[in-house]
């Protein structure tokens, strides 16, 4: 097979880089990882091992442009510049059904907003998860499902369809097809404000369940509201389903 010579993958998720090592165990490549520096304890053995790397992806930019001609962005904390996704063929591995809530955490919004949930590999352009469509699929979001629920059913989707279409990514012989639209973009300042609990607002029980069902992702402590004394409290939600 014509595999590229070198290239490199960013990740802040262990998850994901488990998984990744596994693809490749079997093929002869070339291949460094690497993490955002505020990972270092998520990857601590590797980094001692010296298989990962914490870097600042900006700071080797023209080392990467000089040196690799295949990148892999799963789950990474960091932004990859327009000039190093115009030098580089960048991939991202992304936990949600483009173009549909683009950015910050799209299960949580998909549980909210209705809108699909799933997982894409796509092609990188100077846009955040914007760019040309590898491969995708979306997932279904159960009446009882958390966050974490649907979130795990994602990233493990993300990893069979990159070990699915892998070879062809390697080998520069996809297919990539635009996004049916522009769909929508949600940061982390949007997700911010989801977390503040207006205890004023009116909505149905549906609508709250949605909400405190999408902020519920252990063990992260994400809905809370604040009393009359300014004194915080934080929510979850715990769904049992009924046993047959």
């Known amino acids: ?43 601590e053995s590797e980094i001692r ?22 990148g892999f962005s799963c789950h990474s904390k960091q932004i990859f510049s327009e000039k190093l996704v115009s030098s580089v063929c960048c991939i991202n591995i992304h936990p949600g059904f483009n173009p549909y809530n683009r950015g910050w955490f799209p299960q949580v919004f998909s549980i909210i907003n ?28 159960g009446s009882g499902e958390t966050s974490l629920d649907v979130y795990n059913r994602i990233i493990r989707l993300e990893l069979r369809l990159l070990e699915e279409n892998f070879d062809k990514i390697l080998n520069m012989s996809f297919q990539a097809i635009k996004p049916i639209s522009e769909g929508n973009y949600n940061s982390k300042q949007d997700f911010d404000k989801l977390c503040l609990i207006d205890l004023n ?23 809370y509201f604040v009393d009359d004394e300014k004194k915080k409290y934080f929510l979850k939600l715990q769904i049992l389903e009924e046993k047959n």
């Not at 091992?49 to 295949?70: H, K, Q, T, W």
């Not at 990188?124 to 979306?138: L, S, T």
């Not at 607002?201 to 809905?223: C, Q, V």
């Open 1 to 43: 097979m014509n595999y590229c010579k070198k290239k490199f993958v960013v990740t802040d998720n262990r998850f994901i880089y488990e998984g990744f090592q596994k693809i490749v165990s079997d093929r002869k490549i070339e291949l460094e990882f690497f993490c955002s520096p505020s990972s270092q304890k998520i990857f």
């Open 49 to 70: 091992a010296g298989v990962i790397r914490p870097v600042r992806i900006r700071e080797i930019e023209s080392d990467l442009i000089a040196n690799f001609n295949l």
């Open 114 to 141: 209705g809108l699909p949930a799933g997982a894409t590999i796509h092609l990188m352009d100077n846009e955040i998860d914007h760019g040309d469509i590898i491969c995708q699929e979306q997932v279904v979001i």
């Open 201 to 223: 607002e009116h909505l149905t029980f549906g609508e709250a369940i949605n909400k405190l069902r999408a902020l519920t992702h252990e063990p992260y402590a994400n809905a």
